[in-house]
DNA sequence: AAGTCGTGGTC
DNA sequence: TGACCAAGACT
């Protein structure tokens, strides 16, 4: 380290040791961080807030205390823990690689970031997160936070992604050998707490001297992104089929691809054109029953389109055979739905199948 | 190497 | 209200 970097490094340290923030995943001070909460914390934070995770973390840990636990139990458990968390391939990954940690690997994280990179749902950021935080090796990891606390302090007006390489040797150098996990931290805490996206307070920031954007008084103009691509419209009409005792059909998706492995109101393919309603309910799951339109769409932004979904509803007697699964509604709670397909089930029941009262009761 | 992969909060 | 964005990985 120059010395520089030792000096900026030392107080951002400083900085952590005041500021430092409670969380569920964080070993108090002085003491070893558990590397299997590490690696958990750390993949469900992948693209997700600190406040998304919080529950879902604690629910995580308190079902599958160790990595044999979490190897020992099914897919399907792990998937509906992770429901509403998103990226379902988090799920499955973390599932596999407890099992191959398990089976080959005495149980046992590798301490060494090449090592941890080879491992299922483990990229470069995460590898060095372990590595760091809970193995005290001296790895940068790079997340948004990093990348933009550092292009604002050395205000590089190189544009992402191009910035990247640039970006982790520069953590990299300013990464001290003593406490690089709380260092990696204090560095994502900052960039959450006070080098924000929008409307950083400076003031607070413990670099706010050695930050050249501050400098410029341009710290928001940090890092430099290329404008965004429009998201597509997607279209698609989803079959709300109730059986007579009140079960609904649902159909578990393709294992791989969007919302792999997770429940769903069964509907046609999503796509650009509009659906003219009679070219759809040729692709319902049964023939011969009448559908009936419901009022409303559903509409939901994925990461890179933007889905509508018309509901066409009807009643069934004798449901065809390999449709899907009966589900009764009180037991949705049971299964594994992602948000949009929760939000069909809202839209639904805000608007029963009519044409036939129901039973008063 | 650019596209794919969720969701909820924020302004 | 819609666009941005969050402790990225995989192909």
Redesign the pocket.
Known sequence: MTPDATALSARLLAWYDRER?E?P??APPGVAADPYAVWI???M????????VTPYFQAFLARWPRLQDLAAADLDEVLHAW????????AR?LHACARLLVAEHEGRFPAAEDDL?A?????????A?IAAIAFGQQAA?V??????VIARLYALDEPL?RARQRIESLAKALTPARRPGDFA?AL??L??TVC????PRCPACPWHQACAARAQGQAEAFPV?P?????PLRLGVAFWLVRSDGAVLLRRRPE?????G?MEVPSTPWRTEPWPLAEALALAPVAGVSWQPLPGLVS??????TLELAVVAARVGVPAADAGVWIRPRDFAAQA??????KVVRLAQAAPVTGRKRPAR
Do not use: C
Request: hydrophobic share 35%; glycine share 10%.
């Open positions: 923030r969380l995943w964080r914390s750390e993949v934070l992948q693209q997700t807030t600190v406040a998304a429901q509403g968390l998103g990226y379902y391939s988090r990954n990179r491992l299922p749902g483990i990229g470069a950021y995460t590898a997160a990891p997340d948004g936070n990093v990348i933009r992604p931290q994502m805490d960039g959450a924000a996206p929008r409307q992104r404008p965004a691509t429009i998201k791989r691809g969007l919302l792999g997770m939901h932004t994925f990461t890179h389109f739905l992602p948000s949009v397909m929760k």
